[in-house]
């Protein structure tokens, strides 16, 4: 279609850009990242489904070790990877690699399968939405979370990563929607879960078991609970820092 000047594409630009522009969550929704969304569920559902079924559980290391002493640690890897990717609970995981190979090189073990099943989340979730929260808003205080994310950003996942409290299954996901670089994620979280990841499989082989049950519950219990009360701490003294920021801004 040409306009009598000839100039088509003069004529058609506005035209061009108003079916382009799209706001909210019209920008998010369209049939690609719909079936993706509907995939990662199925993955998901998959992973819980697996372990329900005893096939994605910790126990199974222990015959993949008798068969490949060799490949069985990156074996082991790569099942604790698709249980973090699954957003499966992943303490017995970590326990089994205490027990089995001590608190340092079980506790490198599960940092390095976290991790690995970390980076495929993030990479999942923004190869399919990109970075929406990084986008700005309107709201002041949301504004001034995302300024204080962008400055700080890797020091605000390392206390995630820290903290057991913050689930990172789902974790994973929500970062992958945020500024964050790609390789300043993926070492933050290799450097930040190692700590967590040689105390839990410390637990697992001091009570030598990797059963959440009995001593072993106890211990989390308490490691949950202290976190639980340092991060809302930490979380009552940063709101109430950004608030006054706002409001001398106002």
């Known amino acids: 279609m040409t306009t009598p000047d000839g100039e088509s594409s003069a004529y058609l630009a506005p035209l061009r850009r108003s079916f382009a522009r799209k706001s ?15 995939f990662m569920v199925a993955v998901v559902a998959a992973g819980w489904y697996l372990r329900q079924h005893d096939i994605l559980d910790p126990s199974i290391v222990f015959g993949l070790l008798e068969q490949h002493p060799i490949l069985g640690p990156t074996i082991f ?10 957003a499966l609970p992943t303490i017995p995981f ?3 690699a205490g027990f089995l190979w001590g608190p340092l090189i079980g506790g490198v073990l599960s940092a390095f399968g976290t991790t690995l099943g970390s980076i495929g989340a993030f990479l999942l979730t923004r190869s399919v939405f990109g970075r929406p929260l990084a986008e700005r808003f309107d709201n002041k205080l949301i504004a001034e979370i995302q300024d204080e994310f962008k400055a700080k950003g890797w020091k605000i996942v390392a ?7 913050f689930p990172t299954g789902p974790l994973n996901y929500i970062l992958g929607l945020t500024s964050i670089g790609t390789l300043t994620y993926i070492w933050v979280t290799f450097a930040f879960l190692l700590p967590p990841g ?12 990797f059963v959440v049950t009995g001593d072993v519950a106890s211990a989390l219990k308490m490691i949950l609970g202290v976190s639980a009360a340092g991060t809302l701490l930490v979380g009552l003294a940063y709101g109430a820092q950004l608030l006054r920021r706002v409001r001398r801004k106002n």
Do not use: E
């Open 94 to 96: 970590n326990l089994a």
């Open 24 to 38: 909210g969550l019209r920008r998010y929704i369209g049939p690609k990242r719909v079936f993706a969304l509907v």
């Open 159 to 165: 206390f995630m990563r820290l903290n057991p409290v």
């Open 198 to 209: 040689i105390l839990v499989a410390y637990i697992g082989y001091s009570l030598g078991s």
């Open 77 to 86: 890897v790569g099942l604790y990877g698709v249980g973090v990717l699954t």
